[in-house]
C-alpha cells in the first residue's frame, strides 16, 4: 500500500497540516492519532505532533527536505526546542514571507522559490537544503510552494500551469511534471496532498481521476505497472 485517502477532522486540507520528508513527518495537534499512525505506516516515517508560530497548519510555515526543514523567524523558541530534541536539522529563515511552504516547491535535487524572496535569502535556502535553487513561477503566480508538490519520482502542478514554467521546472528538480486538480477542483494541489519517496497521503474529498493523476505523477513507475484499477483498489479511506 503506498496511498491513504482521509481527511483531517472533516477538512480536506490536509497538506496544510502537516510537513514530510522521507526522515520524518510533522502534523498539527488536531490530526487524530489514528490518522496519523496511518500517515506514519504509509510514508515509513516517524511521526512528531506539534504546532509551529502556534498553530497545527505546519504545511504553511514550513519548507524543505531531506536535509535540512526550513522554518520562519516567528517560530516559538518551544517549538524549537522540540525539534532540536527529535534531532530535525533546521534553518530558520527571517523574511515577511512567513507562509514559506506556500511559496517554496523543493525536493532533494532542486528548489523553485517565490521571486520576491531577498538574495540573502535565497543563500541561506540554497545552502541549507543543498540543492540549486531558482525563483519561479507557476501558472504565473509567485506562490509555488502551494501550486505544486514534487519527490524524486515526479511533480505534481496547478492545472494552469504554462509550459515553459513546466520545463523549467523539470530541469531544476529533476523529475518529469504533470498538472491536475485536487479536492474536486482546486488547483492548488499542495493543499490536498503530503507526500515523500513512499507513499502518499490525499484529501478523500477529492475525485477519483484526481487521486489517480496525483499518484500517476508523483508515482509514474508504480502507475506502469499497476495501472488505475490497482491504485484505486489500495487507495485505504482512514477516518
Known amino acids: ?34 490518522i496519523a499512525a496511518k500517515i506514519g505506516e504509509v510514508l515509513d516515517v516517524k511521526i512528531h505532533r506539534t504546532t509551529i508560530c502556534g498553530t497545527s497548519l505546519i504545511g504553511i510555515f514550513c519548507a524543505g527536505n531531506d536535509h535540512a526543514l526550513l522554518v520562519p523567524s516567528i517560530i516559538f523558541e518551544s517549538e524549537l526546542q522540540k525539534l532540536k530534541h527529535w ?9 515577511k ?16 522559490v517565490n521571486p520576491n524572496f531577498s538574495a540573502r535569502n535565497k543563500k541561506l535556502i540554497r545552502q541549507a537544503l543543498q540543492v ?10 509567485p506562490t509555488v510552494g502551494s501550486l505544486g508538490i514534487a519527490n524524486k519520482h515526479g511533480c505534481f502542478l496547478h492545472k494552469d500551469a504554462k509550459q515553459a514554467e513546466i520545463e523549467y521546472l523539470e530541469d531544476l528538480l529533476g523529475v518529469k511534471s ?20 513512499r507513499g502518499l497521503i490525499v484529501s478523500d474529498l477529492s475525485w477519483g481521476p484526481e487521486i489517480g493523476m496525483a499518484d500517476e505523477s508523483l ?11 490497482a491504485r484505486e483498489s489500495i487507495a485505504v479511506q482512514v477516518h
Not at 540549486?132 to 503566480?141: D, N
Not at 504533470?178 to 519517496?197: A, C, F, H, Q, W
Open 87 to 95: 534531532g530535525i536539522p533546521y534553518k530558520i529563515i527571517d523574511t
Open 1 to 34: 500500500m503506498h496511498i491513504v485517502t482521509t481527511t483531517f477532522r472533516g477538512n480536506p486540507n490536509i497538506g496544510l497540516w502537516g510537513f514530510c520528508n522521507n526522515r520524518y513527518c510533522l502534523l498539527g495537534r488536531d490530526v487524530p492519532e489514528a
Open 132 to 141: 540549486k535553487l531558482k525563483p519561479g513561477r507557476i501558472a504565473e503566480l
Open 178 to 197: 504533470e498538472t491536475g486538480t485536487i479536492n474536486r477542483g482546486s488547483p492548488y494541489v499542495k493543499s490536498g496532498i503530503l507526500v515523500n519517496d
Open 97 to 112: 514571507w512567513t507562509a514559506l511552504g506556500n511559496n517554496m516547491l523543493c525536493n532533494n535535487e532542486g528548489c523553485l
Open 219 to 229: 508515482f509514474p513507475k508504480r502507475g506502469e505497472e499497476h495501472g488505475t484499477r
